[in-house]
């Protein structure tokens, strides 16, 4: 099974990804994620992403392109995948179908996580994210069970610098402008399924999963 998940910055995707990756055993791919394991590592890849990412801006494509098509082909792709942050923008969206395509392959679905701008808002300003393994928290609505520690994995849990309320707004803005046009190219190649994101987590969770299916694939496509 070979998942998008579509939405703006706060919408639910890391957190849902996680759980939608423990569910279907299947793995998830934040782009985010590897950008940032980057930066802190102070890998060059990270050092190049590094302006563009606490702007809130999107990562140059020939940085960004490669590196996910790459990742596709690692053994533990081979069951499926949950892309979470890529594509972001059309050129991606092509890069990765033709990529796909070249391989006799397509993706299943583009989950599009659909929440307003002023819920997002309020989202990201209360959003934790672990250090370690990324795991996304809120500090009202999702908070750990030890304050400041990860549930998943112990790490330290850190607020993003990019959530800062002006970056955020910057964010958004990019997403309207750079990213939301590939929903309605999903839409054409009728792979987008919409979700209303603006829901509690578990019902949000519960319509991914009762759309999905208990074996991974809706309606026994396969
Ligand atoms: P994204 O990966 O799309 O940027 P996250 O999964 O990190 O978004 O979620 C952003 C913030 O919103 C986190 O603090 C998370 O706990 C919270 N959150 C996610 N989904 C919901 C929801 N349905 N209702 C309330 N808060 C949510
Ligand atoms: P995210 O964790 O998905 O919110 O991404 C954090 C930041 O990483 C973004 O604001 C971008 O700067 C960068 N980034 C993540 N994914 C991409 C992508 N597909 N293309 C370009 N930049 C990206």
Known sequence: MKLILLGPPGAGKGTHAKKLSDTYGIVHISTGDIFRANLKNGTELGLRAKAYMEAGALVPDELTVDLVLDRLTWPDCEKGYILDGFPRNPAQAEALTKALEAKGEEIDYALNLMVDDDVIVRRMAGR???????????????????????????????????????????????????????????????????????????????????????????????
């Open 128 to 222: 934790r994210v672990c250090s370690v393994c990324g795991a996304s928290y809120h500090v009202t609505g999702a908070p750990t069970k030890v304050p400041g520690i990860c549930d998943r994995c112990g790490g330290p849990v850190v607020q993003r610098a990019d959530d800062a309320p002006e970056t955020v707004l910057t964010r958004l803005a990019v997403y309207h402008e750079q990213t939301e046009p590939i929903v309605a190219y999903y839409r054409a190649l009728g792979k987008e399924v919409q979700i209303d994101a603006a829901q509690p987590m578990d019902r949000v969770f519960a319509d991914l999963t009762a759309f999905l299916g208990e074996e991974g694939f809706h309606g026994g496509n396969d």
